[in-house]
């Protein structure tokens, strides 16, 4: 079997019950067209992600849609890996972005990297500094 997705250039991530087997990575590179521009995302296996492509980029274009003629900053609290925060840089000055999850950050920043957005800002939260009593 790991063979054959070599051979067919397929990653795959099974995952049972105390049980996951990956072959070579964690994550799977996804591209998807969203209002005329290819968004590159990282999905980072086990991180919050919308799994259904054509969803997700209906989504975004709603989205886009919807803030078109807004100027000014965006701030986007949980960003994950940066999905609609990317998206959405087109029709901001600046976009920060806010993210507590280590491998949801990574992936941030690779998909900021990747898609050559230089208006963004990513801002890594601390666990304890969002525990107050």
Known sequence: ?????????VHLIGRATKTKIELDQDYIDERL?????EMIYRQV???FTQPNAAMNIQML????GRNQR???????LYCGNGNFSLALARNFDRVLATEIAK?????AQYNIAANHIDNVQLFV????????R
């Open 1 to 9: 079997m790991h063979c054959a997705a070599q051979n067919l250039n």
């Open 33 to 37: 067209p969203v209002a005329g521009k």
């Open 45 to 47: 296996e086990n991180s």
């Open 61 to 64: 274009e709603w989205a886009l």
């Open 70 to 76: 807004l100027k000014g900053d965006l701030l986007e």
């Open 103 to 107: 491998p949801s950050v990574a992936a």
């Open 125 to 132: 939260w601390r666990q304890k500094n969002l525990l107050r």
